[in-house]
């Protein structure tokens, strides 16, 4: 026998914060075994995250990418579809920046070139994400199986190109030379400066506007186009999708892409916005983050926001801590990331059967007109 | 004194939700018989097998094996006490051997190898005694169907079955798996086992069984003798004569033919013909029902002509579009062409449950005016057309922001219904159009239909009421086996003939077209 439905506001809004509460206990128990006062830990946190204009920006910088990954999660997942491959995508996104800027910053001047180096970025991570897409389309290999397999050959590939080909003369470690200022997004501390506001210098760049473009944009696209419904319709049902007329196998592919595309922006906010350069591994496991922010964001919009500003702060937050605390290193942080992860996770509906029966409870005593 | 029944059920029944699935069911099966349950997809069979098996419990009623009361909360009790299963879709794991797979779940203790030692024994025993043969060391998922259904028979038989129930076990089969079935069936029975065979097909009853008990919604209808009854009577007790449904109606005026099919087949991908040289032409203006017992190839009919499927042979002719094997055609350019369909299962093809009636109200047509404009859903229109919609059809709750699953099975039906006349289609292929439907509803419906065709639209309609098909119908065709076994004008109809028809089931070729029985 099944509990009536949560109302929705406890269904999105209660019930992850509920799981979130229960994955810092967790972590307080862990903070308290290896002798740390978790009351300390979590002011150090929370301030290392939010204390400050400085950490804000942090904090939103790291936010963006979780962003540009949540929703390239969120996107495939309204169609069925579980692109696992973020990390890898953002990894060919940031080579596609990379390789425009190098090619381009001493001919072309900023305005041309920075859409350029964009549209690189979503273009090479369609791409990469298109290769696994079709192959699910048409050939029937899985997309869980392929887009992770796909991050090793990212991987590989990035550190062919940086070691053998894109490495700077002379240098020791694989990276390209600096990209010319032209190939630079302006960091928002810059930008207000120029407006004559004073904001503290942090990495926050351009690239979070453009996240913010994506988030309507892919709601746009999910919510308030024809297109939209047949995607969702094929997450739903595949057997009405076809009963609807929709090609569910180009559907497939032009999905992927677009979640490639997605992730590939990643590559703008590091490689064009703050290292300007080309590096290995900028993406730093915030394409598998991602997953996560989809799962905890219910894959809408607005809840991959408020889950990336969430995982934003814990990767900032979690910075402060380690460098505040001696005992606690940075890999107690993702200690915590994981139990986070874990709790709004695979446990997510942990916690739903204990709400429904308070609810169900709730609901004997003043029955609600919200069913 | 005689035995008591190896099973017997008395008085069950069962609900979900508002469908009462067996309402006062009671069945004895006598120990080493073999027993055929028949009746309509939906009548109920499958349920009660489950209660049988322990998988749900019954509401009321109750079962005694070799007359003794038992409760049967779990398969591990219908197991203990003797009872084994073979399910419709078998519940095997493709990536172990045929010995792993036999003693899964029945290991009797840590270590493996004993017990697989003791399922080798068994399974060659068996081969000797019953002719089961099976090489016990090949993969499940590299055996054919045929070689699958037996591992899950000798998987039945290593828990020491002793009764056996096979739920719809040749729907999967070729004819001649068929027949490797029903030899190995009969050397079990010889060796004393209580079988009950659930199947649709009146061929197998007829040919297998010693009883055949017959169920009608839920509710078992008639039992006899397999010896002293016919294919014929069977038939009309599966689908009920029951009072015909008045329905006002002039006579049609059918115009030009809008859609031809010539020589339609389909092949499954397991090489099985579904469907079998079926022509068919529907002319606007008029009425085609299709009779026939279901799971005939109705509904992969009507999957062919919607655009779901491509036909392997023959071709389909609408306006200037010729569709074949080569040149297939989506559901969305069949409805471009004016050929609108109500699918005969409505959750799974018409509708998706957790979206807004609104749009549900516009599947299939998402692209087209006044839904979509620039691109971009117009979710006014929407709303509008589906507020429209649910006042003309009188969909309760009017509500065009509830979700789909929130209405009950009449109003959506009723909602998809609306969606795919609202377009003034030329075709209209209506599957099971008031399949869960309430009588007033149903009547409402037949008017619609009706309305539509004196507009000028060609209508297919496939049901597995027989009256239904009589009310409606201006022609009616009668499958059986895939093909078109004959066509009856709606006014010389009668229930009885139609009867006759539809048991003509899997003919042989060149035989007698239907089978003389006295009354």
């Given at each position: 026998m099944r509990a009536r439905p949560l109302p929705a506001w406890v269904d999105v809004g209660l019930l992850p914060v509920v799981n979130l509460v229960l994955a810092f206990c967790v972590s307080g128990l862990i903070a308290l075994a290896v002798g740390v006062d978790p009351r300390d830990a979590v002011r150090i946190m929370l301030e290392g995250a939010f204390g400050s204009a400085e950490a804000i920006g942090y904090t939103l910088y790291y936010a963006t990418n979780f962003i540009f990954t949540g929703l390239a999660v969120a996107l495939s997942f309204h169609a069925g579809l579980f692109n696992i491959g973020g990390e890898g995508q953002a990894a060919l996104g940031g080579l596609g920046v990379g390789l425009v800027a190098?090619?381009?910053?001493?001919?072309?001047?900023?305005?041309?070139?920075?859409?350029?180096?964009?549209?690189?970025?979503?273009?090479?991570?369609?791409?990469?994400?298109?290769?696994?897409?079709?192959?699910?389309?048409?050939?029937?290999s899985h997309i869980v199986v392929t887009t992770i397999m796909f991050n090793f050959i990212a991987a590989s590939l990035m550190v062919f190109l940086l070691v053998n080909v894109l490495i700077a003369p002379g240098s020791m470690s694989p990276e390209s030379r600096a990209f010319a200022a032209s190939a630079r997004l302006p960091f928002l501390h810059e930008l207000f400066a120029g407006l004559g506001v004073a904001l503290a210098p942090s990495p926050l760049n351009l690239s979070a506007g453009l996240a913010a473009l994506c988030c309507v944009a892919v709601w746009l696209l999910l919510f308030r186009t024809p297109w939209g419904v047949e995607l969702r319709t094929m997450g739903h049902n595949p057997s009405a999708a076809l009963y609807a007329g929709i090609d569910t196998k180009r559907m497939t592919v032009i999905v992927l892409c677009l979640s490639g595309a997605l992730a590939g922006c990643v590559g703008v906010n590091e490689i064009l916005g703050v290292q300007h350069r080309l590096?290995?591994?900028?993406?730093?496991?915030?394409?598998?983050?991602?997953?996560?922010?989809?799962?905890?964001?219910?894959?809408?919009?607005?809840?991959?926001?408020?889950?990336?500003?969430?995982?934003?702060?814990?990767?900032?937050?979690?910075?402060?801590?380690?460098?505040?605390?001696?005992?606690?290193?940075?890999?107690?942080?993702?200690?915590?990331?994981?139990?986070?992860?874990?709790?709004?996770?695979?446990?997510?509906?942990?916690?739903?059967?204990?709400?429904?029966?308070?609810?169900a409870r709730l609901g004997r005593v003043a029955p609600d007109g919200a069913g | 004194m005689a035995p008591p029944p190896a099973i017997e059920l008395r008085a069950i029944s069962k609900s979900f939700g508002a469908v009462q699935a067996n309402r006062d069911v009671s069945l004895a099966v006598a120990a080493g018989s073999f027993a055929g349950i028949v009746g309509e997809n939906g009548a109920g069979k499958s349920t009660l097998m489950s209660i049988l098996y322990g998988l749900h419990a019954a509401d009321s009623g109750d079962i005694l094996i070799d007359g003794k009361p038992v409760r049967l909360r779990s398969a591990r009790d219908a197991i203990r006490h003797g009872i084994g299963m073979v399910h419709q879709h078998f519940m095997l794991i493709e990536t172990l051997s045929v010995l792993e797979n036999v003693v899964l779940g029945a290991e009797g203790g840590a270590v493996l190898r004993p017990a697989l030692r003791a399922a080798r024994r068994a399974l060659e025993l068996l081969a000797r005694e019953v002719g089961l043969e099976i090489e016990p060391d090949a993969l499940v998922g590299a055996l054919p169907i045929g070689a699958q259904q037996r591992v899950e028979i000798l998987k039945a038989l290593y828990r020491g079955a002793r009764i056996l129930i096979l739920d719809e076990p040749t729907g999967v089969l070729t004819p001649q798996e068929t027949d490797r079935l029903f030899e190995i069936l009969k050397a079990l029975q010889a060796r004393g086992m209580t079988i009950i065979l659930i199947t649709p097909q009146l061929r197998e009853i007829m040919a297998a069984t010693d009883t055949v008990h017959v169920m009608r919604q839920g509710r078992m209808v008639a039992r006899r003798d397999t010896a002293s009854t016919s294919r014929a009577a069977l038939a009309e007790l599966?689908?009920?004569?029951?009072?015909?449904?008045?329905?006002?109606?002039?006579?049609?005026?059918?115009?030009?033919?809008?859609?031809?099919?010539?020589?339609?087949?389909?092949?499954?991908?397991?090489?099985?013909?579904?469907?079998?040289?079926?022509?068919?032409?529907?002319?606007?203006?008029?009425i085609v029902g299709i009779a026939g017992v279901s799971g005939n190839g109705q509904s992969e009919l009507l999957e062919l002509l919607a655009g779901m499927r491509a036909p392997t042979t023959g071709k389909i002719a609408i306006s200037m579009r010729t569709i074949d094997a080569t040149h297939p055609a989506d559901p969305a350019e069949l409805r471009g062409l004016g050929v609108a369909h109500v699918p005969e299962d409505r959750l799974r093809y018409g509708l998706i449950e957790p979206f807004e009636a609104r749009e549900t109200a516009m599947l299939g047509y998402q692209r087209r005016a006044p839904f979509s404009r620039r691109g971009l859903l117009d979710r006014a229109a929407m709303t509008r057309q589906c507020g429209a919609l649910m006042e003309r059809y009188d969909i309760r709750p009017p509500l065009p922001r509830l979700r789909s699953a929130g209405f009950s099975g009449g109003n959506q039906q009723k909602l998809i219904l609306a969606r795919e006349i609202a377009p003034a289609p030329r075709v209209l292929l209506a599957g099971q159009p008031t399949r869960g439907v309430d009588i007033g509803a149903i009547e409402s419906i037949h008017r619609r239909l009706v309305a539509l065709r004196d507009q000028g639209c060609a209508i297919l309609v496939v049901s597995a009421e027989l009256d239904e098909i009589l009310a409606l119908a201006d022609r009616i065709i009668v499958m059986a086996g895939g093909r078109i076994v004959g066509e009856v004008a709606a006014e010389r109809a009668d229930p009885g003939t139609i009867g006759l028809m539809m048991a003509h089931v899997w003919p042989a070729p060149g035989a007698s077209p239907a089978p003389s029985q006295a009354p």
């Open positions: 190098l090619a381009c910053d001493r001919i072309l001047p900023a305005p041309l070139l920075i859409p350029l180096a964009v549209a690189a970025a979503a273009l090479f991570g369609a791409g990469w994400a298109a290769i696994p897409g079709w192959l699910q389309a048409y050939r029937g590096i290995l591994d900028f993406a730093a496991g915030c394409g598998f983050g991602g997953i996560a922010v989809s799962l905890m964001g219910r894959n809408h919009p607005v809840g991959v926001v408020l889950a990336s500003l969430l995982f934003g702060g814990l990767v900032q937050g979690g910075a402060e801590l380690s460098f505040a605390m001696p005992s606690v290193t940075r890999d107690m942080v993702v200690v915590i990331q994981g139990l986070v992860i874990l709790f709004s996770g695979a446990l997510a509906n942990l916690a739903r059967p204990w709400l429904e029966a308070g609810f | 599966m689908v009920g004569r029951k009072v015909r449904l008045a329905l006002d109606k002039a006579a049609a005026r059918p115009g030009a033919p809008v859609l031809v099919a010539q020589g339609l087949g389909l092949r499954d991908h397991q090489g099985i013909a579904r469907l079998d040289g079926i022509d068919l032409a529907l002319r606007a203006g008029e």
